[in-house]
């Protein structure tokens, strides 16, 4: 069973940056595709972004040119960095990893907007 961590969610102001992290316990070309998910209060769990196995990048329109996805290969890590971050980013983001069988999951990590 693949762990898959996350870090670097936090309080941050209304425009201000985060960079999110995502640690996987196993090399992530055993992926098809990695990213990020976020699920506010009372709302469905949301796409924000996601690169293949390939490098093929996809965002969320509410956070393109905001948001930046990457990875380090030799670390098994994903990162989001979240910049111009807005209150409506508010959420719980959570790191996954899609190859042929269920996702895997992060246990999440809480970013709120605020002043």
């Known amino acids: 069973q693949v762990q898959l961590v996350e870090s670097g969610g936090g309080l941050v102001q209304p425009g201000g940056s985060l960079r999110l992290s995502c640690a996987a316990s196993?090399?992530?070309?055993?992926?098809?595709?990695m990213g990020w998910y976020r699920q506010a209060p009372g709302k469905e769990r949301e796409l924000v972004a996601a690169?293949?196995?390939?490098?093929?990048?996809n965002y969320a329109d509410s956070v393109k040119g905001r948001f930046t996805i990457s990875r380090d290969t030799a670390k098994n890590m994903v990162y989001l960095q979240m910049n111009s971050l807005k209150p409506e980013d508010t959420a719980v983001y959570y790191c996954y990893g899609a190859s042929d069988g269920p996702y895997d999951w992060g246990q999440g990590t809480q970013v709120t907007v605020s002043s």
């Open positions: 196993r090399t992530i070309f055993s992926f098809n595709v």
């Open positions: 690169v293949t196995s390939d490098g093929r990048i």
